[in-house]
């Protein structure tokens, strides 16, 4: 049963739009979450994390979005560059142990 | 900062023979390390997870006296695929978390190719 989903395999947007990748979670135990961006044959990168205790947190060009209620995550990145050409994962932690999503392969469109 | 690297990056083995691979965090004191395995197009699989100087706490599935995780030192685990097998192929990434903090650092990856 996964507990952590990416509905969206992939996900391509122009340059300087936004891009919105999403994330589903079943497990209402899970207290943080982070996002992840990975490029072939390469281990993940981390980008950004959440709390549950909280709603949004922004870094930049990067907000993430946490609906407890809904158990829903989104990534927002704004704006879109070819640099951002990458597979995002979505990651859930209960006591600092992971639960990834499959992924989500994002292109930018140039 | 926070830095891991893993070695080798890639490597070929005959079924039956057994392959180390280690996980370096190259900066930072690492308290916890984690390994992962991934599948083509498929996600993270936590295989384990090591504190040092402790025994490794194996996941539901993985098979302990397979894939053998030495954590000896705060900056070094090691993870060896024992008697390898072609359906042990796979993407194996590892990565280490300091002291309280949330966040994980991924070593690259490695590459294990067994004929």
């Known amino acids: 049963d996964q507990q952590v989903k990416q509905n969206s395999p992939s996900l391509s947007v122009q340059e300087g739009r936004i891009s919105i990748l999403n994330c589903d979670y079943t497990n209402s135990m899970f207290d943080y979450f982070l996002w992840y961006k990975k490029y072939p044959a390469e281990g993940p990168t981390f980008l950004i994390s959440i709390s549950s205790i909280k709603d949004k947190n922004e870094d930049g060009r990067f907000t993430v979005f946490l609906n407890k209620s809904a158990k829903h995550l989104s990534l927002h990145i704004v704006p879109s560059q070819p640099g951002d050409s990458a597979v995002y994962f979505c990651a859930a932690s209960i006591n600092y142990k992971y639960i990834f999503g499959t992924g989500t392969r994002l292109k930018v469109l140039a | 900062g926070a830095v891991v690297s893993q070695h080798p990056s890639w490597v070929i083995c005959k079924s039956g023979t057994s392959v180390k691979i280690e996980c370096r965090s190259l900066d930072f004191q690492a308290t916890t390390m984690f390994w992962y395995r991934q599948f083509p197009k498929q996600s993270l699989m936590l295989m384990a997870t090591?504190?040092?100087?402790?025994?490794?706490?194996?996941e539901q599935g993985v098979e302990k006296d397979k894939f053998l995780i030495n954590h000896a030192s705060l900056t070094l685990s090691t993870l060896t695929v024992t008697s390898a097998h072609p359906e042990d192929s796979s993407f194996y990434i590892c990565s280490a978390r300091s002291g309280s903090g949330h966040e994980q650092y991924f070593g690259p990856g490695t590459r294990l190719t067994v004929t």
């Open positions: 090591s504190n040092e100087g402790s025994k490794a706490t194996y």
